[in-house]
């Protein structure tokens, strides 16, 4: 199944869960008719759901259920559906029960009464439990994703509301409009243009008109920019034999420390042996914030004097994690940007200090960059990418910007995977990226149904 048969199938999951919960709160509020209305929302569920889901959920129903379901309008609809002719019948029968011309039907009618309200608020929630576990069983990363995004989302869905507030057809008009719109949420220039092309294809060739199947192809071409078949590239590599290591690099401020601290905490919950570097020597107080980090963290740490040689630092690290058997080295460096001739010159010493003493390291050279900075991200990426072998991103701080569409000109502009994104503050706040649960947090709920 693709990435967006997926989004779609938790798109659908979410709107039912939210159609249930308004029911739940519905049903409170009318206690008096509380049978019937909980009825008539269980037959807008099921005009809503699958057909054989409505077949599934009529023959579960009971018969006195169904008496009093095709009293109401919609039942109506229902039964005009094929399956559901029974119902009709018995429709006549309940009217006939209440005017109590039938004894028979009567009994019938009491019965079902005293034993429909428990028999439906169980089934009601067994539903509700049904979508609940489902939604849970992935739902704690799943928030991290959804609440992180939460800005880049709503923002992106204000955009498309704007854009399509005056959608009339689609012309060129709305093409040069798409595209700005596109671009604002910052998924590149080259993104934007692709999907304005696909766009225009998919118009002449398929039934694209209306505006909801436009909005849903944008949506579905940028969760398709996901769909890699090897999501495997978004896992560190980690060395099988001897230490791993790890290096980070990225200019200041763009949380190269903290997500070090983050996950040095994560690896030695699993169980790791973790030592960090303190290589960004240049000064004190980045010394200190990763010492800090360590402390809390419990793991150990390499560091020396502010103004030290950081190949210095590496060297004394690298050794100590093959001598004390680490499992795993994470290097923090300075990110000096205003010469870049030095940055890489550094950069080449420490790697080779690193490949010497443990061949085949660093397993990972880490870029980390802030996302609230936008298409400025990319160049940093760009001009990294030049003085550095990048193995992967760290994309920081998406929790406090609405510009999550720059994971999206990364991967399709700079074509370095995004390992990391940092969603929050806090340690779990780190995630491994998943284009499923990022997708998901990006454009939940913008795909019409
Ligand atoms: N909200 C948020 N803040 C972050 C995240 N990652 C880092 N920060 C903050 O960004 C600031 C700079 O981080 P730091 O690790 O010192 O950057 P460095 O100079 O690259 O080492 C700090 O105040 C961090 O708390 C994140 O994912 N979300
Ligand atoms: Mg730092």
């Known amino acids: 199944m693709g990435l967006f048969d997926i989004f779609r199938k938790k798109n659908k999951k979410d709107l039912e869960k939210q159609e249930a919960e308004a029911q739940t709160e519905e049903q409170s509020e009318q206690s008096e008719q509380s049978e019937q209305s909980e009825q008539s929302e269980q037959s807008e ?11 599934e959920q009529s023959e579960q129903s009971e018969q006195s259920e169904q008496s009093e379901q095709s009293e109401q309008s919609e039942q109506s609809e229902q039964s005009e559906q094929s399956e559901q002719s ?34 439906q608020s169980e089934q009601s929630s067994i539903d509700e439990d049904e979508i609940e576990t489902e939604i849970n069983s992935e739902s704690n990363d799943d928030e991290k994703y959804e609440n992180g995004l939460a800005k880049s989302r709503s923002s992106f869905g204000q955009k498309l509301n704007q854009l399509f507030a ?25 993104t934007a243009m692709e999907i304005s092309d696909q766009l225009r294809e998919a118009v002449k060739l398929e039934n694209v008109k209306g505006s909801k199947d436009v909005q849903n192809f944008v949506i579905q071409k940028l969760v398709e920019i996901y769909d890699a078949p090897d999501n495997s590239e978004n896992e560190l590599k980690l060395n099988t034999d001897g230490p791993t290591v790890i290096l980070f690099i990225g200019v200041n401020g763009a949380g190269k420390t903290t997500t070090i601290g983050k996950m040095a905490n994560k690896y030695r919950e699993s169980g790791k042996r973790v030592l960090v ?17 360590a402390k809390r963290d419990q793991v150990d740490i390499v560091k020396k004097e502010e103004g030290s040689d950081p ?3 590496v060297f004394d690290a690298v050794k100590k994690a093959k001598d004390d058997n680490y499992d795993i080295l994470f290097i923090d460096t300075a990110g000096r940007l205003q010469n870049k001739v030095n940055l890489m010159n550094e950069l080449a010493k420490m790697n080779k200090i690193i490949t010497r ?58 074509g370095i995977p995004v390992k990391y994104v940092g969603l929050g503050e806090k340690v779990s706040d780190l995630q491994e990226f998943n284009p ?7 454009f939940k709920g913008l795909i019409k149904e």
Do not use: H
């Open 45 to 55: 569920q099921s005009e809503q759901s699958e057909q054989s889901e409505q077949s």
């Open 86 to 119: 029974e119902q009709s019948e018995q429709s006549e029968q309940s009217e006939q029960s209440e005017q109590s011309e039938q004894s028979e039907q009567s009994e019938q009618s009491e019965q079902s009464e005293q034993s429909e309200q428990s028999e």
């Open 166 to 190: 005056n959608f009339r057809s689609v012309d060129e008009d709305f093409f040069e409009d798409l595209e700005d719109t596109l671009i604002e949420s910052d998924v590149g220039v080259k």
């Open 277 to 293: 570097a303190a290589a960004d020597t240049f000064r004190a107080g980045a010394i200190q914030q990763l010492d800090e980090w």
């Open 311 to 313: 190949a210095s630092v």
């Open 357 to 414: 003493e443990i061949p085949g390291a660093p397993q990972e050279v880490l870029l980390v960059v802030d996302a609230t900075v936008g298409q400025n991200a990319l160049n940093q990426a760009k001009m990294f990418k030049e003085v550095a072998d990048i193995s992967g991103i760290v994309l920081t701080k998406l929790d406090g910007t609405a510009r999550g569409g720059i994971v999206i000109s990364i991967k399709n502009e700079i």
């Open 436 to 442: 499923e649960k990022f997708v998901y947090g990006l």
